[in-house]
């Protein structure tokens, strides 16, 4: 009697590479004494979430994937329920998800991790799949993998690295006992938290020395999961750090950008802190957090970088050209690299934080810096528009598909600018609302990412927005703002981000 083959293996979802990993994965449960493994997915936020399976559980996924439910996907960032899961399609424009059904979470063994900080646990990132067996499309990595494959069928692939800031801060009182703990749509009470420094000292050791205790497991476990950690400084406000990493593959640079800031919150907080990689907390003296993402092309076949200038040009012509296209898409992209209220606030003129669509060489003004030489093969450019709560797949995504439309069409990026606060360039969205607009009317991610997905994140964003504008209009007296931060915003991103 013919068996039937099992989800993973009917609808072919494991390469040869991945059917070895997932062997090599089980191995590893062996030989380590892994008991539990938290299968991973990101979802429209950027925040990770999944099940903790037993073995036998994660075994039977190898093979059949794992039924989760979809409902993460109708919450914006305080849960509130933005689509009718009971109506015909769940609000989602897509045939079968109506009522909520499950979808397939399907690990991706090549990336089974072991978590340092728990005892006999492992993570896998996860892909998203209908159970018809095509994928989820309203799932981020899974936009990341079609815009890395789009730009794999030119001949190039993407390299990242991540340089992110976040603050550290001491928990003083959780507010579990007697403070809100919050309903869809209404984030519970923040916790009470204290700085752990004080003043700005850029770049000061002492201040980092400071920190040590809290920082030394976090920077262990980076280096025991395989991270390319290159760094911990102490950043420009008191108790802000920035870590940067080496290169990776796009894939790679994104699910390790993931696992680092869930990482961070939670030794962090194992240890009486509180890690946040929201922009500005509303917390007096403190300032805002970017994420810079540095990246380059490279020829899939050699590995040679693409964007080495071989004259007095900033870069080659194919890195102007990407260039040109990460600048000619930048305000639509605004809702991938700032997708938060609260990420505005860094879009201001003279704050190293870009303003409007300029590019340099070697200036921290411009949105996008150049840091290259004459044949020098690190040769690459800096994207400095990035929120530090940016969802890494979307904001990777976004950088991919611009690039690949400058090179494309080749797209001139304009003449390099001395003085990029004083450009007369077109100036970047100032608001979430503005970024959300542009979006929405934009042809190009439209086509690149689906209407389908766009008019998601637009319902999702808008949903965020008229909260926001709800309590602003209730709270007008701005002189109860903390650094101009509403309490919203506090409340709405400083412990979930």
């Not at 990242?160 to 928990?171: C, H, N, P, Q, S």
């Not at 606030?345 to 060489?361: C, F, M, N, V």
């Given at each position: 009697m013919a068996t039937t083959a099992k989800f993973v293996e009917q609808y072919g979802l494991y390469s040869a590479e991945q059917q070895a990993a997932a062997q090599q994965s089980l191995e590893a449960i062996k030989q380590h004494g892994i008991e539990i493994v938290r299968l991973v997915w990101p979802d429209q936020h950027g925040l990770l979430r999944g099940k903790a399976l037993t073995v036998p559980a994660y075994a039977a996924a190898l093979e059949a994937?794992?039924?989760i439910t979809m409902a993460p996907f109708?919450?914006?960032p305080a849960n509130a329920i933005v689509l009718n899961p009971f109506s015909a399609d769940g609000g989602f424009a897509i045939d079968g998800l109506g009522g909520s059904p499950n979808v397939k979470s399907v690990p991706d063994p090549g990336t089974f991790t072991i978590l340092p900080w728990v005892d006999n646990t492992a993570l896998v990132f996860a892909d998203l799949y209908m159970t018809n067996g095509q994928p989820f499309p309203l799932a981020p990595r899974t936009i990341l993998k079609e815009s890395l494959a789009a730009l794999a069928a030119t001949g190039a692939k993407l390299i990242?690295?991540?340089?992110?800031?976040?603050?550290?801060?001491?928990?003083v009182d959780d507010r579990l006992d007697g403070g809100s703990l919050g309903a869809p749509g209404s984030p519970a009470d923040p916790p009470h938290v204290a700085p752990v420094g004080r003043g700005y000292n850029y770049l000061l050791i002492d201040h980092l020395d400071e920190i040590d205790d809290v920082l030394k497991p976090i920077r262990k476990a980076l280096l025991q999961m395989g991270l390319p950690l290159r760094s911990f400084d102490d950043e420009w406000a008191p108790s802000q750090v920035e870590t940067t990493f080496d290169i990776l593959e796009g894939l790679q640079a994104a699910d390790s950008a993931a696992l680092f800031r869930t990482t961070v919150k939670q030794i962090a907080k194992r240890r009486g802190h509180i890690a946040s990689f929201m922009c500005t907390p509303a917390i007096a003296g403190f300032y805002a957090n970017g994420w810079h993402l540095h990246t380059s092309l490279a020829d899939l076949s050699t590995g040679e970088n693409l964007m080495v200038p071989t004259d007095n040009s900033p870069l080659s012509e194919l890195g102007q050209h990407y260039v040109g296209g990460t600048l000619q898409h930048g305000i639509a992209a605004s809702v991938f690299t700032t997708p938060t209220i609260n990420g505005y606030?860094?879009?201001?003129?003279?704050?190293?934080?870009?303003?409007?669509?300029?590019?340099?060489?070697d200036n921290r003004a411009a949105m996008m810096r150049v840091i290259s030489a004459p044949n020098d093969t690190a040769s690459h450019v800096e994207n400095r528009v990035g929120d530090s709560a940016a969802n890494p797949y979307l904001y990777i995504a976004a950088q991919t598909v611009s690039g690949l439309d400058g090179i494309l069409n080749k797209v001139d990026p304009g003449p390099v600018s001395e003085d990029p606060y004083a450009a007369d360039v077109p100036q970047l969205p100032t608001s979430l609302a503005d970024a959300v607009d542009a979006l929405e009317t934009d042809s190009f991610f439209r086509k690149t990412f689906g209407d389908v997905f766009i008019d998601y994140m637009v319902t999702m964003k808008r949903s965020e927005i008229t909260?926001?504008?709800?309590?602003?209009?209730?709270?007008p007296d701005t002189d109860t703002y903390v650094n101009g931060v509403t309490d919203w915003e506090h409340r709405e991103y400083f412990e979930l981000f």
């Open positions: 994937g794992n039924e109708f919450f914006d990242a690295g991540v340089e992110m800031e976040w603050y550290l801060t001491r928990l606030r860094r879009r201001r003129p003279y704050s190293l934080a870009p303003d409007r669509l300029t590019w340099g060489q909260r926001y504008n709800a309590w602003v209009e209730a709270n």
